[in-house]
């Protein structure tokens, strides 16, 4: 359990997937939210169940995980909104020992891809030098945050959340 953690990410879309990807780890993730303002998610990583609190921001935000039974989450699951959002993450080594964490939606959001790369400080996160694969960075833009996500689906161009 996380009891009081700083999570520091950047997050882009995708231009292309990485060559190596078959090579790489791979989780399936069910999650869903009981709030999003503060967001309280839900989540299904594997056999492996998890409610997570996340405080307010963009790059840097306190992050609190706990760990639930499988019958914790699914009666908690009865009390969601918004869509659920599910998801195969792949786990990519790049440079300097980072990793990226590339998710390809399933459902409402089939094909969907973004990807998110944590660090352990801003300087570090402000230094990174994303790889050729990565597009536009949207860690700046709540429309692709997995609660707007669950909430209102895939992002129209100039539309506001």
């Given at each position: 359990?996380?009891?009081?953690?700083?999570?520091?990410?950047?997050?882009?879309l995708?231009?292309?997937?990485?060559?190596n990807?078959?090579?790489?780890?791979?989780?399936?993730?069910i999650?869903?939210?009981?709030?999003?303002?503060?967001t309280?998610?839900?989540?299904k990583?594997?056999d492996?169940?998890?409610?997570?609190?996340?405080g307010?921001?963009f790059?840097?935000?306190?992050?609190?995980?706990?760990p639930l039974?499988?019958?914790?989450?699914?009666?908690?699951?009865?009390?969601?909104?918004g869509?659920?959002?599910?998801?195969?993450?792949?786990?990519?080594?790049?440079?300097?020992?980072?990793?990226?964490?590339?998710?390809?939606?399933?459902?409402?959001?089939?094909?969907?891809?973004?990807?998110?790369?944590?660090?352990?400080?801003?300087?570090?996160?402000?230094a990174?030098?994303?790889?050729?694969?990565?597009?536009?960075?949207?860690?700046?833009?709540?429309?692709?945050?997995?609660?707007?996500?669950?909430?209102?689906?895939?992002?129209?161009?100039?539309?506001?959340?």
């Amino acid at each position: 359990m996380n009891i009081n953690n700083k999570e520091i990410e950047r997050k882009f879309l995708i231009r292309e997937l990485p060559e190596n990807l078959g090579d790489c780890k791979k989780y399936h993730i069910i999650q869903a939210y009981i709030s999003t303002s503060p967001t309280m998610r839900l989540r299904k990583r594997n056999d492996e169940y998890i409610f997570t609190f996340k405080g307010a921001g963009f790059i840097e935000k306190t992050e609190f995980e706990h760990p639930l039974t499988k019958e914790q989450f699914e009666r908690l699951m009865k009390k969601t909104e918004g869509r659920i959002v599910e998801k195969h993450r792949y786990i990519v080594p790049l440079e300097n020992s980072l990793i990226a964490e590339l998710d390809i939606y399933e459902g409402e959001l089939k094909d969907f891809m973004n990807v998110e790369v944590e660090f352990s400080s801003l300087k570090e996160a402000a230094a990174f030098e994303p790889p050729e694969w990565f597009g536009a960075d949207i860690s700046y833009d709540k429309r692709y945050s997995n609660a707007s996500l669950a909430l209102y689906g895939l992002p129209i161009e100039g539309a506001v959340h």
